[in-house]
């Protein structure tokens, strides 16, 4: 999905309100299913910080969106990535990271039924930085 974000304000752009007309077909889409919103469970779980250092910023001065990635995968060790594999990968990125700031890093100790691990950024302020799940 893709959101259109005023520079300014940073909050969301309804597209027909913009001064060009953006194409947009509902029978094309990137993905065959419709992604859940992700919820934390009601679990344990174990944590880091990481704080956006200047080699991991994009263009924009944020946290480039393949940092996520490894953040999430430093969660676990080099054995545990040696034993499992990793079946799907969902990323919602829910309030940008900018130098400086301070992100907890939580692993939800126990997986769902379905195989799943939730892990989650939480800012120092309280609020969710980013959302993943990853299933087995």
């Known amino acids: ?14 597209s027909d309100r913009l ?5 947009y077909d509902p029978d094309h889409q990137a993905l065959s299913e419709r992604l859940e919103k992700l919820n934390a469970p009601d679990a344990d779980f174990t ?34 990535h040696g ?10 990125f829910t309030e940008e990271v900018r130098p400086g700031d301070a992100v ?3 692993k939800y100790d126990s997986a769902e039924p379905s195989g799943k ?3 989650e950024g939480i800012k120092d302020k309280g609020t969710t930085a980013f959302q993943g799940e990853i299933g087995l």
């Not at 956006?52 to 995968?73: G, K, T």
């Open 117 to 119: 691990i939730y892990i």
């Open 47 to 80: 944590g880091y910080i990481r704080q956006a250092r200047y080699s991991e910023l994009d263009v924009n001065r944020h946290l480039n969106n393949s940092r996520y990635v490894e953040w999430i995968m430093d969660c676990f060790d080099a054995g545990w």
């Open 104 to 106: 907890e890093i939580r």
């Open 19 to 23: 001064p060009a007309v953006i194409r």
């Open 1 to 14: 999905c893709w959101l259109l974000i005023d520079k300014n304000t940073l909050r969301p752009q309804r």
């Open 83 to 92: 034993k499992n594999r990793i079946r799907s990968f969902q990323l919602n």
